[in-house]
C-alpha cells in the first residue's frame, strides 16, 4: 500500500494495481471565493496542486474508484466533478449517496459499515465535525479504515477528538492514522477539525500508531500551520512517529 498527499484531504491510494482517490478537490489555487464568516477573505483553494495539468489528467486517467469522506467543497469540488467521468465507481457515506447521484454519478456505492471493493475491505468511521450548533449544521462526516489484508490505514476525516474517533481506534487498532488537522474554525466556535491538542490525543491515545497530519495551508479558515504542529510535535517527543508532509509527498 502506498499513500500520496495531493493537497489538503486529498490522497492518492495505491494497493496492489488498484488506485483510490481520496475527497479530490482538484481546482487550482484561487479557484473559488473564500469561506464565509472566518476572517479571512483569501481565496479557495490557497495553493496549487503539487501537478502539472499532465500528471493531473494522468492521475484521472488511472484512478479506478473514488473514496468521499463527505462532499464539503474542499473535498469534492467542481473540477473534481468536472473531470471525473460519470461512470467511475464513487464510494461513500450514505447520506451523500442520493446528491452524488444527482451529480450524474452512475455507479455510487454507499458504505454503510464495511464493504469490499476489488479485494480491498473499506470499514467506515463516524466523527463529529465541530461542536455545538456548529457542528449540527457541518452534518454528517465518516472516516474509513481500508485494509488490504496485510496492513491497514485509519483516514479519520473531518473530525475532531471525540468519543467516535477514540472508538475506531479501540475497535480496529490501526498502526497507521491519516488526521485532518490545522484547527479550521469559523469567526465564533470551536475548531471543525483537528487542533494541536487533538493530534496530540490521538498520538498518546495510540502509542504503536504512525500518524500523519493533512488537510494543512490549504483552505482559508485553517488556523494552525504546519511548522505550528511541527513544533508542538517535537516539543512533545513525538517526531518520531507523527508527520507533517507537504503537498505531493508520499506518506507510506
Known amino acids: 500500500m502506498k499513500v500520496q498527499l495531493l493537497r489538503n484531504a486529498s490522497l492518492v491510494l495505491t494497493i496492489g494495481e488498484k488506485t483510490l482517490l481520496v475527497d479530490p478537490y482538484l481546482a487550482p489555487k484561487e479557484t473559488y471565493n473564500a469561506f464565509d464568516f472566518t476572517g479571512n477573505d483569501r481565496r479557495n483553494p490557497l495553493v ?26 474542499d473535498h469534492w469540488d467542481e473540477k473534481a466533478r468536472e473531470l471525473l467521468p460519470k461512470h467511475i ?24 459499515d464495511e464493504l469490499t471493493w476489488e479485494g480491498i475491505k473499506i470499514s467506515r468511521t463516524s466523527g463529529q465535525h465541530g461542536t455545538g450548533q456548529i457542528g449540527e ?33 479501540d475497535k480496529y487498532q490501526p498502526t497507521k492514522i491519516i488526521v485532518n488537522g490545522g484547527g479550521a474554525r ?23 500508531a504512525s500518524v500523519w497530519v493533512v488537510h494543512l495551508e490549504a483552505v482559508n479558515h485553517g488556523k494552525q500551520s504546519r511548522e505550528d504542529i511541527r513544533k508542538a510535535v517535537q516539543d512533545h517527543q513525538l517526531a518520531h512517529r507523527c508527520f507533517v508532509p507537504e503537498d505531493g509527498a508520499f506518506l507510506f
Open 48 to 73: 496549487d496542486l503539487p501537478l502539472s495539468e499532465q500528471q493531473l489528467a494522468d492521475l484521472i486517467a488511472h484512478t479506478d474508484a473514488v473514496l468521499l469522506t463527505h462532499i464539503h467543497p
Open 89 to 112: 465507481p464513487v464510494l461513500c457515506q450514505p447520506a451523500n449517496e442520493a446528491t452524488i447521484r444527482e451529480q450524474g454519478y452512475t455507479h455510487v456505492r454507499p458504505v454503510a
Open 137 to 169: 449544521r457541518m452534518g454528517i462526516v465518516s472516516g474509513y479504515v481500508i485494509s488490504d489484508g496485510s496492513e491497514a490505514v485509519y483516514i479519520a476525516g473531518d473530525t475532531i477528538w471525540c468519543d467516535d474517533v477514540q472508538q475506531a481506534l
Open 186 to 208: 469559523f469567526a465564533e466556535g470551536d475548531a471543525i477539525v483537528m487542533d494541536i491538542p487533538d493530534i496530540l490525543q490521538v498520538c498518546n491515545y495510540a502509542p504503536a
